[in-house]
């Protein structure tokens, strides 16, 4: 089983940055995962903003490119997304996600963008507000 834990949240002045990490246990191997980001706002479905696969390639959602970075560190069994230029729009639970990756079959990273509910494993969340 994999455990998934969000942190670095909080409230963030618009045009401000912020940075979420999410570190993960329990999986054979964290470079065999994909790994997404997934915020919801009140109110909303859950959106995927950014993931990246075991080889470090990555994909963002039109709404944050330029704007967000994510990035993943096996050896610490950690995700990153770095978040700059902040918008009111960007508020929300963000969710640390992950699904088995083989390279051989679909593209899991960006299916993860399109549609964050084929992840297998969620984290508890972490909520940002940005705040005009």
């Known amino acids: 089983r994999v455990q998934l834990v969000e942190s670095g949240g909080g409230e963030v002045q618009a045009g401000g940055s912020i940075r979420l990490s999410c570190t993960s246990s329990g999986g054979d191997n964290h470079s065999r995962y994909c790994m997404g980001w997934s915020p919801q706002a009140p109110g909303k479905e859950r959106e995927g903003v950014a993931a990246v696969d075991g080889d470090c390639s990555t994909d963002y959602g039109t709404s944050v490119k330029g704007r967000f970075t994510v990035s993943r560190d096996n050896a610490k069994n950690t995700l990153y997304l770095q978040m700059n230029s902040l918008k009111p729009e960007d508020t929300g639970m963000y969710f640390c996600?992950?699904?088995?990756?083989?390279?051989?079959?679909?593209?899991?990273?960006?299916?993860?963008?399109?549609?964050?509910?084929?992840?297998?494993?969620w984290g508890q969340g972490t909520q940002v507000t940005v705040a005009s």
């Open positions: 996600t992950a699904e088995s990756w083989n390279p051989s079959e679909y593209d899991v990273v960006h299916a993860m963008v399109v549609n964050p509910n084929v992840a297998a494993y």
